[in-house]
């Protein structure tokens, strides 16, 4: 739908201009500004910070020190909080606890499979938001006929329901439920990952995973998940890491 738009300021020779220019190229005054405007919101809309990080942790105690000091900063850059990932997770608790956005889809599409976190679901009031799906077993096996292009689905609901609440506020999102993606097939999780840089947040987004889940994938597999992040940490304890990857001729296996 059309809008009329009244610019003020323009004095005499500026609108003389903008005529003999626009007798010059054939087109209208209003072309020309609405031409402007369009060339002036793509450039700012390219100055907004879409961060896509990656996370690589050792265990929950590493990540839970991480996310108090990511809350804290967050705040102090009033950055609109937000995560997804398996409901009951000790990660997914903290968060809650701090009072981050869950943008997690109900049923979560991968079941529990931490002892400790079913028993946490299970052991929540009748009116909780998080509700538990069958055994691992037999979701995998569904999982398996409903076939990669649900997961792809379900992530795309999530990422969704992510933007709408963040309405273009800049985020700082944790996602923990691409790890699981990854746990059934990291190049599953590549797919995702690709997808979701076509059409970044705005803020900074962190894709976490485990190192036991990335251990059992392929090197390949690892080096595109690299390429296809901003940056890429490696945690451990309460250090944070930062890991540069690039690509050398063999012959500096040979330099000092």
Same mark, same amino acid.
């Given at each position: ?21 626009a ?5 209208s005054? *209003? !072309?020309?500004? /609405? #031409?402007?405007?369009?060339?002036? %919101?793509?450039?700012? @809309?390219? =100055?907004?910070? &879409? ?70 679901? *299970? !052991?929540?009031? /009748? #009116?909780?938001?998080?509700?538990? %799906?069958?055994?691992? @077993?037999? =979701?995998?096996t &569904? ?38 993606v ?27 995973y ?14 595109? %998940?690299?390429?296809?992040?901003? =940056? ?25």
């Open positions: 739908m059309a809008h009329n738009l009244i610019i003020r300021g323009f004095d005499d020779k500026v609108h003389t201009q903008l005529g003999e220019l007798n010059q190229k054939g087109v005054i *209003n !072309s020309i500004v /609405k #031409d402007a405007v369009d060339i002036w %919101l793509k450039h700012q @809309q390219s =100055q907004i910070t &879409r961060k896509h990080h990656l996370v690589i942790y050792s265990d929950d105690e590493s990540m839970m020190g991480l996310l108090k000091s990511m809350d804290r900063l967050a705040k102090e850059g009033d950055l609109l909080r937000c995560f997804c990932g398996p409901p009951g997770s000790p990660s997914s608790q903290l968060l809650s606890k701090l009072k981050w956005y869950d943008g997690t889809i109900v049923p979560y599409y991968y079941a529990q499979t931490n002892t400790t976190a079913t028993e946490s679901v *299970n !052991s929540q009031d /009748k #009116d909780e938001h998080y509700v538990l %799906l069958p055994p691992l @077993q037999e =979701q995998q &569904r999982s398996q006929i409903q076939g990669q292009k649900n997961v792809i689905k379900y992530c795309g609901r999530v990422i969704e329901n992510l933007a709408n609440h963040a309405n273009n506020r800049q985020v700082c999102c944790l996602d923990f439920l691409i790890n699981d990854a746990r059934d097939s990291l190049r599953q999780a590549l797919t995702i990952e690709e997808a979701y840089n076509n059409n970044r947040i705005p803020g900074l987004s962190y894709c976490t485990m190192t036991a889940t990335l251990l059992n994938s392929g090197i390949k597999n690892i080096l595109d %998940l690299f390429q296809l992040h901003d =940056q890429i940490f490696l945690l451990t304890g309460d250090e944070v890491h930062k890991l540069h990857v690039t690509k050398e001729n063999v012959h500096k296996l040979f330099l000092n």
